[in-house]
């Protein structure tokens, strides 16, 4: 009767600890609520919601994402500047960003691959000869758009000894109506917003050349509770996710 008694003790201990560790992994897989910040100027639309707020599309990427990972979350733009020094301080602690590494190095974790895939063209006319590299704009003329770095491409622009005439345009509907009233030879611009660009207005005999292809990691910041093994458990989910769509630049057509 005693060693029954025994038992019954040892069975309750351990279903309790079951339960508590039960509570535990699954509070740990909730986690707490994570701050998506992503840049208020866009490489991938032109398109603003209700709210005037640019549709980025990741943010359809991060809704299955975070839900399959059973973790709450909220977006947030913000100008670059302050996206950055959110996600060093881990004001924010979540993003998908491009170069991130060398920026956020020693606050953040970054993906092993890639979720999505930024494509910078240079558009021309036809009859022009094609830029696959800086160096090709070389004394010749260009628009650009204000606000975008084209992944350093315009330190070299900017650059006196390359000789290159920079037209900044406003927006990406300002810069092809420019190029199309022969402002300049050449355009840089991403793939996605100039094809809705070109979309609604297409231009006669306009052609591209790709002049760089970037990769998008994920990014989650250290002090995120458990971070190495949300990480891990983000980046299982992401392989699961169809992201041909963010992987694939648009044609021109």
């Known amino acids: 009767m005693l060693h029954f008694k025994g038992w019954k003790r040892t069975t309750a201990t ?7 560790s039960i509570f535990n992994s699954q509070n740990a897989t909730a986690g707490e609520e ?14 603003h919601d209700r709210n005037g707020k640019l549709k980025n599309p990741l943010v359809k990427l991060a809704g299955p994402l975070f839900e ?7 977006p947030q733009d913000y100008p670059a500047r302050r ?25 953040c974790l970054v993906s092993k691959e890639p979720v999505a895939m930024v494509e910078i063209r240079v558009f021309h006319k036809k009859d022009s000869p094609a830029i696959t590299k800086p160096e090709d704009l070389n004394g010749k003329s260009v628009i650009t758009i204000r606000g975008y770095s084209y992944a350093g491409t315009m330190k070299h622009i900017q650059d006196k000894n390359n000789r290159i005439d ?3 345009a ?5 810069a092809f109506e420019m190029f199309a009233s022969g402002r300049a030879d050449y355009l840089l611009d991403y793939a996605f917003p100039a094809a809705e660009v070109l979309e609604e207005h297409p231009i006669k005999d306009i052609t591209y050349s790709t002049l760089k292809q970037t990769n998008i990691y994920l990014i989650l910041n250290k002090e995120y509770p458990d971070a190495e093994n949300v990480m891990a458990k983000l980046e299982e ?17």
């Open 14 to 20: 351990l279903a309790l600890y079951l339960s508590i």
């Open 34 to 47: 994570i701050e998506y910040a992503y840049p208020d100027i866009s490489v991938w639309t032109t398109k």
């Open 68 to 74: 399959k990972a059973g973790i709450s979350w909220h």
């Open 83 to 107: 996206m950055f020094a959110n996600l060093r301080d881990g004001t924010s602690q979540f993003s998908m960003l491009v170069n991130a590494e060398r920026a956020l190095q020693g606050c």
């Open 166 to 168: 920079n037209y900044l």
């Open 170 to 174: 406003p927006s990406h509907h300002a």
């Open 237 to 253: 989910i992401s392989k699961t996710i169809d992201k041909d769509e963010f992987l694939t630049s648009p044609t021109l057509k």
